[in-house]
């Protein structure tokens, strides 16, 4: 592959890199679909004009429900812990990591935030869900300062 | 262009994603100089020490009012949609999709989430807000099954 | 280095970028582990299970306390701010700028954020917190209008 380009199929790392990452992105796309679900179901609208359409007849705005505000912290977590690993992912990529260690940050990352997502929904006892999230944290984390000493001033 | 570099003006392809990309990425940022535009002119402050420099004599600190909290949950919903659409994008992009096809999509996308945006202030009664979220969603969804199968393993 | 390759060490401009996104991102990490530090030391617990697991007896679940909430609104305005100038960040350097530009532009970016968190978790009189939050609100406006001209259609 030409040198320097490490955003490109050709390197086979970048097509694990993207696997694992259109994994995680797509379920965090899930749980927006899964909040949604939960809303209409239980008939819990955040604004006037959706309980207007969606609610039927005497549907209350509620601020908070707990069935629902349960799938929307764990969106949020996922936005927290999900978008930064892709953003430092992608600079990772171009630091030239051993492909067998980055490999398996990538599949630890992917496989910890499948089960952190069915830990909070089932929801499984503790501390099953935040060893699940301290796992991504660390994967994270851990590229995040090979990507510090990589570009090192 | 050199082959495999794809994220580069010499590729028509990501001068388009470039420019879609600065249009919902400048939207979001604009949600949250109105997010504070409506805290400084509705005095709504969220923290003690924003009440007692921009509030005014006898503000007080409130946790929640509605005209500020529909503007930041049309921001939180730009955060949970336009960063995925974005982050996807950039590895679409590496896919070599159909340059005809990739950029009606984020055409599509910029669209979408620019209406979402005004059905949700002024508001618009529903389902204009839910269509205009679902098809922007759909878009990021289909740029994610197309990565995952290009970094099938 | 090759033509159109800029996501490469071989851009010096590069390294810096990938410098100082590790800071910010690392930075935004340590909100999380903040966060769920003051909820293990305060006991303030928004899940059952947690409270049950972490809580000891008698220990109840409470949706918002001040001391949680204020690193919690750190930790968002991080997400709102940081992520998308990382992603802006990635589509910058492409568009080829001033190195010296640029890395003034990457620096301020992330010492306004880092005083943000400062100013924030004190918490430091208004408008410090306010003047920092603005600050890199602007570097990052900055960038998306130059991706925005050198994508334009």
Redesign the interface.
């Known amino acids: ?10 390197n086979p790392l ?10 995680v ?2 379920k ?2 899930l749980m ?2 899964l909040t ?1 679900r939960s809303r209409l179901t239980n008939k819990i609208f ?2 006037p ?2 309980a ?3 609610g039927g007849k005497g549907t209350t705005v509620i ?2 429900d707990q069935r629902v505000e ?1 799938i929307r ?1 764990c ?1 949020q977590n996922d ?3 999900v ?2 690993f ?3 992912g ?2 990772y990529l ?2 030239d990591p051993d492909p067998w260690l980055a490999t398996q940050l990538f599949r630890t990352f992917a496989l910890s935030r499948c089960l952190h997502t069915v830990c909070y929904l089932v ?5 099953s ?2 060893m699940m999230c301290s796992i991504g ?1 660390c994967v ?2 851990f590229m ?2 090979a ?2 000493r ?4």
Not at 1 to 10: A, I, L, R, T
Not at 14 to 23: N, P, R
């Open positions: 592959m030409p040198v320097g380009v490490f955003h490109s199929f050709n970048f097509g694990k890199f993207a696997f694992y990452t259109g994994i992105i797509g965090t796309l927006s679909a949604s955040i604004n004009e959706d207007a359409k969606f601020n908070a349960r912290r969106h936005i927290e812990n978008l930064p892709v953003l430092i992608l600079l171009v630091t929801p499984l006892p503790q501390p869900r935040a944290w994270t984390a995040t300062v990507v510090i990589a570009g090192g001033i």
